[in-house]
């Protein structure tokens, strides 16, 4: 029987700012990856979003970017590998002081953005985030690509790792995500979508940009919360898992079941 956690980007307002649909995207989904105010939220959007996760028994990880809230942490930035292991840190534990406050356990990390592209392929930057990660919490565990060079350097630490995909982005026949600069990153019919995600799960492949068959690993499938069709995704993509009788799991769950 296959199973799989189905994670969403969320506590991504600030201040006055609204961004996606959190309360509505919260009961569908299984893990939820928490801004930790660089690239999005503030302490109050943070605080609120770890509650309502609770209350939802949907498990928290952190999502930590650049600091970067104007261009939303999708802008490279060229940080050191000290600068990046200490702002992944205060990242991590500002998130973890919301989560004690409420008895919520923190369960992962998923880095954010432009952040998340390079270390996928920059070993450096992939050390540096899980150097980061291993210092506040060495049972944490990282979501990311599962060809990607966070999963090495995570591995080499002795960090646990999960594989995630994307419901909703396009892929290079390299594996890695399609830039939201090209045509056709991003995956607006949902038909196609949740046949991708099938596909990916069932089958471990998906269809690149350029037609070719290429190979994935699916521990988690990843809808954005901030994009319009969000919700809509969402729900059916967890219908579709449940027709399929394929298990929707938190992360942790997942993780565990699978060493």
Same mark, same amino acid.
């Given at each position: 029987m296959y199973s799989i956690d189905l994670n969403c980007d969320?506590?991504?307002?600030?201040?006055?700012?609204?961004? #996606?649909?959190? +309360?509505?995207?919260l009961p569908y989904i299984s893990s939820a990856n928490v801004a930790c105010g660089f690239h999005a939220s503030d302490p109050?959007?943070?605080?609120?979003?770890?509650?309502?996760a609770k209350a939802n028994r949907v498990r928290v990880g952190a999502h930590p970017g650049f600091p970067d809230l104007v261009?939303?942490?999708?802008?490279?930035?060229?940080l050191s590998p000290n600068e990046i292991t200490a702002s992944i840190i205060y990242q991590i534990g500002a998130l973890k002081g919301f989560c004690d406050a409420n008895q919520v356990k923190l369960?992962?990390?998923k880095p954010h953005g432009a952040l998340y592209n390079m270390a996928v392929k920059d070993l450096s930057i992939a050390k540096a985030i899980c150097e980061g990660?291993?210092?506040v919490d060495d049972k944490?565990?990282?979501?990311?690509? #599962?060809?990607? +060079?966070?999963?090495s350097a995570a591995k080499a630490l002795g960090l646990s790792t999960a594989n995630?995909?994307?419901a909703d982005r396009a892929y290079e026949e390299d594996g890695s995500l399609v830039s939201r600069k090209k045509p056709g990153a991003m995956i607006t019919d949902e038909e196609?979508?949740?046949t991708r995600v099938l596909q990916m799960i069932q089958k471990g492949t998906v269809t690149s940009i350029t037609g070719k068959e290429i190979e994935v690993q699916a521990d988690s499938v990843c809808v954005h919360g901030d994009s319009p069709a969000a919700l809509s995704f969402v729900r059916r993509i967890r219908s579709a898992l449940m027709e399929e009788g394929i298990l929707i799991v938190p992360l942790g769950q997942k993780v565990l079941t699978s060493i």
């Open positions: 969320l506590g991504e307002s600030f201040g006055n700012y609204t961004c #996606g649909m959190d +309360q509505e995207i109050v959007v943070m605080e609120q979003t770890v509650r309502e261009g939303f942490g999708r802008r490279a930035m060229q369960q992962h990390v990660i291993a210092a944490l565990i990282l979501l990311a690509p #599962g060809n990607s +060079q966070m999963v995630e995909v994307f196609e979508a949740i």
